[in-house]
Each structure stands twice: as C-alpha cells, then as structure tokens.
C-alpha cells in the first residue's frame, strides 16, 4: 500500500506558484522522498527527490517538513504543460529494490 | 540520447491468448522494472530485473512473467490472457540501483 497521502485534485493558474503537499506520517529513517508526475498520454516522469533537506533542481523545488512527516513540491511558475497527475513516492534507500509503490496521485489543472 | 523504447505501443488481443511486450532500455541502464497502470487499480508494480535476474515481484499471478537478456533489453508475457488485464504496460529503466527512473510510453494492451 502507497505509504502517503495527496489531494486528489489541486487547480492553478498559470504562472503562479503552485504548492503540491504529501503527507507520510510513517516515514522511516532510510526513506527517500520522490515525486514523478504523469502527462496525458505519457509514462511518468522524475520530478525531484530528496531525504531531510530541502531540493532544487530545474523543475521543481521540494520543501520537506523538520520532522519528515510531510514534504510539499513546489512549482514556482505554472504552466500549461504542468497539467499531470502528481505522485509522491517513499524510496527505502535499503531496500534492495526499485520497486516504486504509487498512489493516486494529486492532478493538477491549470488554468490559462 | 534515445529514451526508453516499448513495442508494440498499442494490440489488441482476445481472451485466452498470450501476449509478449518488449523494452529497450536507456544505453548503459542495467536495471528495468515493469508496471501495469489500471484506471481502478493506478501504478502497480510487477517486477524488476537488474542484469539478467529478477530482484523483485509484485503480487500478480503466475500469468505474468518476465525476463532480462544480457543486452539490458527486457521483455514481459502474459498468457492465458483475461478482460482484466487491459491496461497500459509501462516498463522502466535506471543507470544504478536508487537512481531517477526513466519511463517509456507504455504498451496499451486491449483484451476483448
């Protein structure tokens, strides 16, 4: 079972900033936090990851909460081509496997 | 850089038969995992292979199996094939175990 919990549906216009939260209370110590989004029509795609710092990569940022309990992907500028279903993901980084374990995600709508 | 390459994209088939999907990985990925997408059920994991061996399963039935050749290229099959499993076959691949998955677009199987 997926070991977060997002919104189903989020709305934003476009070139506002857009804060996409996860909650994953039973974060453990070795968990990765990750988050792929999904286009229409398309596999998913790395978004960003990270474990107790905040990230910054091109895309995104990710703001993880002091306690790991929760973590929020924040797009800066919304576009159109930002429309995708949103997955937040935990990685046990001692697992020993790849296997990613989705939720529903959260789809994101902007508006132009 | 060519991405991760699934054939074929779209085939339909009808109950009872059997069907082989294939993925060509990102040059230099080792490691390919698969995953069937349901609009009931979402991203579910089916299994993992990294050099030739399978290091992880999902919980379907003994249908579905998999295998990795000494190319890096994977292929899945399932047989007997039932209504149920129509859905959208996403294999992915990764340089190093923990690392960022690529996704191809995926193998839309139809099962009347």
């Known amino acids: 079972d997926a070991k977060t919990t997002q919104p189903n549906s989020m709305e934003s216009n476009e070139e506002e900033p857009v804060h996409l939260p996860c909650n994953h209370s039973?974060?453990?110590?070795?968990?990765?936090i990750h988050w792929y989004r999904q286009l229409p029509s398309q596999g998913p795609e790395y978004v960003i990851h990270g474990l107790t710092s905040n990230v910054n990569n091109r895309m995104a940022s990710l703001a993880i909460a002091e306690d790991r309990k929760s973590s929020t992907l924040i797009l800066h500028r919304a576009t159109l081509r930002d429309a995708a279903v949103y997955y937040c993901i935990l990685r046990d980084s001692q697992g020993g496997s790849e296997k990613l374990v989705f939720g529903k995600g959260t789809k994101l709508t902007v508006n132009p | 850089k060519a991405g991760v390459t699934q054939t074929p994209r779209y085939l339909i088939k009808t109950r009872g038969q059997q069907v082989t999907l294939s993925c060509s990985p990102i040059?230099?990925?080792?490691?390919v995992s698969w995953y069937q997408q349901t609009p009931g059920q979402g991203l579910q994991f089916l299994f993992e292979?990294?050099?030739?061996?399978?290091?992880n399963k999902g919980n379907f039935p003994g249908r579905f199996s998999g295998r990795q050749f000494s190319n890096s290229r994977s292929e899945m099959n399932v047989s007997t094939l039932e209504l149920g499993d129509s859905a959208l076959y996403l294999c992915?691949?990764?340089?190093?175990?923990?690392?960022?998955?690529?996704f191809g677009e995926g193998s839309r199987l139809t099962v009347l």
């Open positions: 039973t974060i453990s110590g070795t968990d990765y």
């Open positions: 992915a691949s990764s340089l190093a175990p923990y690392g960022e998955l690529f």
């Open positions: 292979y990294f050099s030739e061996t399978q290091r």
């Open positions: 040059s230099g990925h080792r490691s």
